[in-house]
């Protein structure tokens, strides 16, 4: 069934000075339990990423593999939907996706936002 509304998610911060030893951090792990459990709560239709440290950063979307940079006090604004086409199907990045970020150990935060549309 077509739905004409978006729901947010919660959104999820990590502290820059978290990042360093030129390992991937993950930012939207819980960070209330400490557990890599992804805020990714359904597939999404667009993501916002914003660096609001001092430091640039690389995001991944595995891990492993860079994938986009996101300046200091940039933000990286991801609208799946935008590229569903010639297909015109739904394009989401799929819910429990995993997104992390490596550079230098900052001072700020990096927030990832996020809307998807209900089953």
């Known amino acids: 069934m077509s739905k004409n509304f978006v729901k947010a998610m919660p959104m999820a911060i990590l502290d820059s000075a978290t990042l360093g030893g030129g390992v991937y951090v993950p930012i939207n ?3 209330l339990t400490g557990n890599l459990r992804p805020t990714l709560i359904a597939p999404c239709v667009f993501i916002r990423i914003i660096n609001d440290s001092n430091m640039d950063i690389v995001i991944s979307f595995d891990g492993v593999n860079m994938h986009d940079y996101v300046g200091v006090g ?12 010639p ?10 996706s995993m997104i992390w970020a490596i550079g230098a150990a ?7 936002g996020g809307y998807y549309q209900e089953n």
Request: glycine content about 6%; overall charge negative; some cysteine.
């Open 29 to 31: 792990h819980d960070v």
């Open 74 to 85: 940039t933000a990286l604004t991801l609208s799946f939907q935008n590229n569903s086409s």
């Open 87 to 96: 297909t015109n199907w739904v394009a989401c990045l799929p819910n429990n």
């Open 106 to 112: 900052g001072v700020g935060n990096i927030l990832v």
